[in-house]
């Protein structure tokens, strides 16, 4: 397995981005897989009743569960994850245990636990351009300030061009076309496929 992940803040595109690149890697014969978002849903009233760290749980539960049916996929398959751990590294770790460096540590090194992707597709985006798109998808107003930390957390993280497991991170340029985003994606997982297991 190939395994690939789609990471930023909430409205950055990242959905529409891996199946874009899944369809054009589709289209030239590579067997592809989109792997599913962790199941929790936060809603305010949920929020409201959950600390950091019970955030954090109940969203490595998630990702456990699903890291479990890695052994399901086929070998010669790539896999395309919308969030794995370093969302909840971000989220849950660097912004909502900004004050709590013990919590912090501890979430970044549950993360590192996690199984590595092959490459990280960073997907940036400013929190006002993440607002409005959360304000269309969702109808509802969401808080500018924190889409500003998540944002800043994200850049914390991949300013070296390497995520928590010092894996490969690409990050688009924000005047990129999508078309060529999307290709160039395709273009780095084939790069990963070959070295993997050849030109075929």
């Known amino acids: 397995m190939i395994f690939i992940t789609f990471e930023g803040c909430d409205g950055a595109g990242k959905t529409t981005l891996a199946d874009a690149v899944a369809m054009d890697l589709f ?8 792997g599913f978002a962790p199941s929790f849903v936060f809603t305010p009233k949920r929020m409201a009743r959950l600390t950091t760290a019970e955030e954090a749980t109940i ?13 399901e996929i086929p070998e010669r398959t790539i896999l395309l994850q919308d969030r794995w751990a370093e969302s909840t590294y971000v989220y849950q ?24 992707p092959d490459l990280t597709v960073f997907v940036p985006v400013s929190p006002q ?3 409005q798109r959360i304000e269309l998808r969702d109808s509802v107003t969401p808080d500018v300030d924190h889409l500003t930390k998540i944002v800043a957390a994200y850049d914390r993280i991949y300013c070296a061009g390497l995520g928590i497991w ?35």
């Not at 289209?27 to 989109?34: A, F, L």
């Not at 969203?59 to 052994?71: A, G, I, M, N, V």
């Not at 770790?93 to 590595?116: C, H, N, S």
């Open 27 to 34: 289209k030239r014969g590579y067997s592809v897989q989109n």
């Open 59 to 71: 969203f490595f539960d998630d990702l456990h569960e699903l890291q479990r049916e890695f052994d």
């Open 93 to 116: 770790g660097l912004v909502g245990a900004a004050t709590d460096g013990e919590l912090r540590d501890d979430i970044y090194k549950r993360a590192r636990q996690m199984t590595a």
């Open 129 to 131: 351009q993440a607002a």
């Open 166 to 200: 010092d894996q490969r991170v690409y990050r688009p340029s924000g005047h990129m076309p999508f078309d060529e985003i999307v290709e160039t994606v395709a273009d780095l997982v084939i790069d990963i496929w070959k070295e993997k297991y050849g030109t075929e």
